[in-house]
């Protein structure tokens, strides 16, 4: 007997190194792993379950994994889009920072991983879990029944001088919480790893976000790997987000972000960096060198004018030179949803369209064949990421042994339709949407059937989300004072 049998599968994607698509297939689940993966008439006959889950016109997936993104952004969706990376930090740090509780920080949490889960995401990379208020991410990954990165905000330089200066008057309006001394840094870091690495039946992993590399001393980054080798857990960071960024670092300590990040020993493979839209030939061979991570994100990079998705961003090349890449989505308030196959949409035409390929298609590009067995930005999504979080032993794929992380896809919806054997793995990618996800297991539990969340009250979320919203959103003081920003270069 088995707890789960899915059977009559019209189609399974194993993500497995054969990249196999099996068609009536089925998946035998018991203790939260998968225990057997082949045909359906073969696996009924060896197993009786305790529930039989009827997938004849399922797409069946790993679970997505969201490589970046932050929890607490909700109650800013929408109003941070009239200005350049530096500034929107600063209006970030400040306002958004500010205005969160305890509360309504688990509320914002609860809704992003809802939003995510109800399009095919089950793991998730928080960038940043803020500073004194982790309870809050913590409990809603435990409620909700996903699995996730917990990174928690690192900064100890919390204020810009006339030597550091660049473009702007960078990070000076920090609200309280995020002015940790570079001890307190670390301590609380110690706390947080102690209490949450492991915690929710395994789901959740403590790591340490260097916030903004800027912003981080090198007493900070050295001792932060002491840590992260001491538990075995992970680093994070932004970098290379901006050229303005990027100087600011280099001003500060006469090196790139990646550059530092290096010079203090950070990078390895426990080590994954966002954005990455500014780094240099020098920084790939550095990251090529450690086994590091990156993870591309996409849509924030359009939406913030980044450029790397631009022929200045260099992730095909990256791609190419074998450094593993993830994908994710950001913030609510960086223009993006938390929905991953809008992301691996963009990246399969974005980078194409803006290097103009030689050759047609361009796999180098992001570009599929037809009848693709594996589009890379689908292997971001899965296999990818689940290696950037040191998780590629339980998640990524559908293989026996491997965590029961299984999402089911609609394919009656009229946009999939026709599909065939031949079609669907592209179609996924260039023709398909999140909503189509319509059921989801995490560790073997179902938590979402039908496209009802089984593990929370999305109803009751929904009205808490929106009723501190319209509290929060009007105070935005650029609502009463607008703000016209032109780029300025660097000055002493």
Known sequence: MVDTLIVNARFVLTMDPKRRLLENAAIAVDDGKIIDIGNTAALKKKYRADRVIDAKNYLVTPGLINGHIHLESAYDKSMLDDVPVVPWCERYFSWTYMNLTKENYYYAAVKNLIEGLKTGTTTFCDCGTIQTMEDSAAKAVTDVGVRAVLGRDLMDIHEATKSSYASYDAFTELCSRLRETTDQCIKRSEEFIKKYNGAANGRLKAWMDLQQVCNVSPELCKATRELANKYDVGILTHAGVSHDMVEMTRKRFGRRDIEYLYDQGVLGPD?????????????????????????????????????????????????????????????????????????????????????????????????????????????????????????????????????????????????????????????????????????????????????????????????????????????APWLKNPEVWELKWVRE
């Open 271 to 475: 080590f994954m960096a966002a954005h990455m839209a500014w780094v240099d030939g020098g920084e790939l061979l550095m990251l090529k060198e450690t086994n590091s991570n990156v993870v591309h994100v996409p849509g924030s990079s359009m939406h913030g004018v980044y450029s790397a998705v631009s022929m200045r961003g260099k992730f095909p090349i990256m791609v190419k030179m074998g450094i593993n890449v993830a994908l994710g989505n950001d913030e609510s308030s960086t223009g993006t949803a938390h929905d991953l196959v809008r992301d691996i949409w963009t990246v399969s035409v974005g980078h194409a369209e803006a290097w103009h390929p030689m050759i047609f298609p361009d796999p180098d590009l992001f570009m599929l064949r037809t009848a693709d067995p594996s589009p890379k930005a689908l292997e971001m999504a899965t296999v990818n990421g689940a290696k950037a979080l040191k998780w590629d032993k339980e998640i990524g794929s559908l293989e026996v042994g491997k965590a029961a992380d299984i999402v089911m896809w609609n394919l009656r919806k009229i946009y999939w339709v026709p599909v065939t054997k031949e079609n669907v793995i592209n179609s996924f990618v260039y023709n398909g949407k999140g909503d189509s996800c319509d059921t989801v297991m995490v560790n073997g539990k179902i938590i979402m059937e039908k496209g009802v969340v089984k593990t929370v009250n999305e109803e009751k979320v929904i009205d808490k989300v929106q009723k501190i919203g319209e509290k929060i959103i009007p105070t």
